[in-house]
């Protein structure tokens, strides 16, 4: 007799159908994926597209994408990839307190960032100069998965990526998604004051009185207070909420943080070089589109999407090298 037992997918989603909340997204009625496909042996629909983003390209380019400080020496800041771990290890402890389903949840938070340009919202802000309305990460990823990696994932976790942002007014249909907007804001919240502590930038005496006497000290006692507050809330509404109280404190410590770090004006040199960078490379791509690699040219796109398709999936590092390479003068040749 053997020590263990096969869980495969059809003993998985008859736990989802009994064990999960009424609420939640089982993937056995998941809307399905725009090109169908026979279902995996072993794994869920969602639990089968939270590894296709897991092992996908741009998961793997967010180890060198600025999450707030461009290109930082230091090795304990915090990149893109980090924040990313960090909103999946919150959406899941809320997806699973609420009974809700954790791969879906999952799945959302691995993939909810791929989309990011380089040197963070930053350079977001530069690409929106060459669109019209904004240009939304939240919307690259969902490009990316669909045209430029496309991984045909289902219409769930699609949805969850692209309603991610509280910038995307229509929000996610489905409560893992929800999940998703709060775990990004208290992981970017906790983690980018911790970040400007480091850097000098902050001293803990610096923040509003209110966020500390609600949440406690910057770090992990703001992360479990704010987890805390949407599973208490959500269990007394029936839908993905944050206490009133505490979502305004929170609100008054992101306007804080915009004001103190995020748009301070000792960042300002970082953000003027970093919109310089991604300003230049867009312009020359566009005049040298011969120099766009094969797999960002789709004829569905016009010239400037395929010069924002490869600029925008740049890392930090590597659209500082280009740009050295395009326009720094040489020496010698």
């Given at each position: 007799m053997s020590n263990f037992e096969l869980r495969n997918r059809i003993a998985q989603e008859a736990l989802e159908e009994k064990y999960l909340a009424p609420g939640a997204t089982r993937a056995s009625q998941s809307k399905g994926r725009a090109i169908p496909e026979a279902p995996d042996e072993l794994r869920t629909a969602f639990a089968r597209d939270r590894d296709r983003i897991l092992h996908s390209k741009a998961f793997r380019r967010l180890k060198h994408k600025t999450q707030v400080f461009m290109n930082p020496e230091g090795d304990h800041f915090v990149t893109r990839l980090t924040h990313t771990l960090k909103v999946t290890q919150i959406g899941r402890a809320i997806a699973e307190y609420l009974s809700l389903n954790v791969a879906l949840a999952e799945a959302?938070?691995?993939?909810?960032?791929?989309?990011h340009s380089p040197f963070g919202h930053t350079g977001e802000d530069a690409l929106s100069e060459f669109v019209e309305g904004e240009w939304l990460h939240s919307d690259q990823s969902v490009r990316i998965f669909e045209v430029l990696e496309p991984l045909n994932?289902?219409?769930?976790?699609?949805d969850g990526i692209r309603a991610h942002s509280w910038r995307v007014e229509e929000g996610p249909a489905t409560p893992e998604g929800a999940i998703v907007r709060y775990a990004d804001r208290i992981a970017y919240l906790s983690h980018d004051a911790e970040d400007a502590i480091r850097a000098g930038v902050l001293r803990v005496e610096d923040f509003p009185d209110d966020a500390i006497r609600v949440f406690g000290g910057p770090g992990r006692q703001w992360i479990d207070s704010m987890i805390r507050s949407v599973i208490d809330q959500s269990l007394a509404s029936g839908t993905i909420e944050m206490e009133p109280d505490r979502l305004a404190v929170m609100h008054e410590l992101r306007s804080f943080m915009f004001e103190r770090v995020y748009l301070h004006p000792a960042m300002e040199p970082h953000r003027k070089r970093a919109k310089e960078i991604v300003r230049d490379l867009v312009g020359y791509f566009k005049q040298h589109p011969g120099?766009?690699?094969e797999t960002y040219r789709h004829e569905d796109a016009d010239l400037t999407t395929q010069v924002i398709d490869y600029v925008?999936?740049?890392?930090?590092?590597y659209a500082i090298k280009v740009h050295d390479e395009l326009f720094r003068p040489r020496l010698f040749d």
């Open positions: 959302v938070c691995i993939g909810h960032d791929v989309g994932l289902t219409w769930e976790v699609i120099e766009i690699p925008a999936g740049m890392t930090d590092r």
